[in-house]
T-cell receptor
């Protein structure tokens, strides 16, 4: 158990809908990262938050947004869903510096039908 | 540009033998961390081993060791005494100080009985 909790584990929804993925980081970790893993794109970095503020942005679509709350949990909102958004979405957390491990949650498998 | 390269899409190893998974990286940051993760077919990302850019000795964690050659910018993972349960995707990743985790494309390892 990595200590990072993601909910839900599985999600099936229709095109055009909106979903929210939730992540609770490990106790004490201030930094949260979101990744998308699809078969053709590999692991793609979406966005990073540190202590409530956006720290870095990757290949995140405008239809997607995220935030980190004062209690440090984070949510990734995906809207106007398309079939191509079907993927495994990971959250990871770490102490902010580069010289520490980042631990991943078990992921949310999103299927858009 | 920061980049991780894993040149072996797939590898086979006989049970109980050692195997080396290759990873090269590119960064201009002086401080960074190097990581290896294992992703079994169940999908979760399991942290295996970490090496800091200033660490003088190669990291080891049980049967895993990281062969860190800074001048060559390589961070190969060595798995000793392979087990059937080691069959999985293995990802090399790098994180500069405070930055995002950058992943390679992964190597699929199959352990033969």
């Amino acid at each position: 158990d990595s200590g990072v909790t993601q909910t839900p584990k599985h999600l099936i929804t229709a095109t055009g809908q909106r979903v929210t993925l939730r992540c609770s980081p490990r106790s004490g970790d201030l930094s949260v990262y979101w990744y998308q893993q699809s078969l053709d794109q590999g692991l793609q970095f979406l966005i990073q938050y540190y202590n409530g503020e956006e720290r870095a942005k990757g290949n995140i679509l405008e239809r997607f947004s995220a935030q980190q709350f004062p209690d440090l949990h984070s949510e990734l909102n995906l809207s106007s869903l398309e079939l191509g958004d079907s993927a495994l979405y990971f959250c990871a957390s770490s102490v902010v510096t580069g010289r520490t491990e980042a631990f991943f949650g078990q992921g949310t498998r999103l299927t858009v039908v | 540009a920061q980049k991780i390269t894993q040149t072996q899409p797939g590898m086979f190893v006989q049970e109980k033998e050692a195997v080396t998974l290759d990873c090269t990286y590119d960064t201009s940051d002086p401080s960074y961390g190097l990581f290896w993760y294992k992703q079994p077919s169940s999908g979760e990302m399991i942290f295996l081993i970490y090496q800091g850019s200033y660490d003088q000795q190669n990291a080891t964690e049980g049967r895993y060791s990281l062969n860190f050659q800074k001048a060559r910018k390589s961070a190969n993972l060595v798995i000793s005494a392979s087990q059937l349960g080691d069959s999985a995707m293995y990802f090399c990743a790098m994180r500069p100080e405070g930055g995002k985790l950058i992943f390679g494309q992964g190597t699929e390892l199959s352990v033969k009985p």
